[in-house]
Nanobody
Framework: QVQLVESGGGLVQAGGSLRLSCAAS????????LGWYRQAPGKQRELVAN???????YYVDSVKGRFTISRDNAKNKVYLQMNSLKPEDTAVYYC??????????WGQGTQVTVSS
């Protein structure tokens, strides 16, 4: 099992920045990738960004150039630096661990609200 705890959400004006953090614990060696999903009201949960053990990253098109995912393996943490935030970025952001065998672990979610 992997436990994930997010922090760093909040309310920010459009154009502002936030940094999300996620601390992983438990079966760390079973993790292949760490990432962030988000879910806005009435919408499906979507993958925002992830980072694999190799260091390779993926970003959804809507956040490219504005968000940066990074990982501190020594601290078992993953971060999402979000710049130039837009109202459409408003959502609950979930930390996600992709584990061996295709299993997933999820954090409890943190609210990000961007006001116009």
């Amino acid at each position: 099992q992997v436990q994930l705890v997010e922090s760093g959400g909040g309310l920010v004006q459009a154009g502002g920045s936030l940094r999300l953090s996620c601390a992983a614990s438990g079966s760390i060696l079973s993790i292949n990738a760490l990432g962030w999903y988000r879910q806005a009201p009435g919408k499906q949960r979507e993958l925002v960004a992830n980072i694999f053990n190799s260091g390779n990253t993926y970003y959804v098109d809507s956040v490219k150039g504005r968000f940066t995912i990074s990982r501190d393996n020594a601290k078992n943490k993953v971060y999402l630096q979000m710049n130039s935030l837009k109202p459409e970025d408003t959502a609950v952001y979930y930390c996600h661990a992709l584990r061996v065998g295709g299993m997933s672990s999820w954090g409890q979610g943190t609210q990000v609200t961007v006001s116009s």
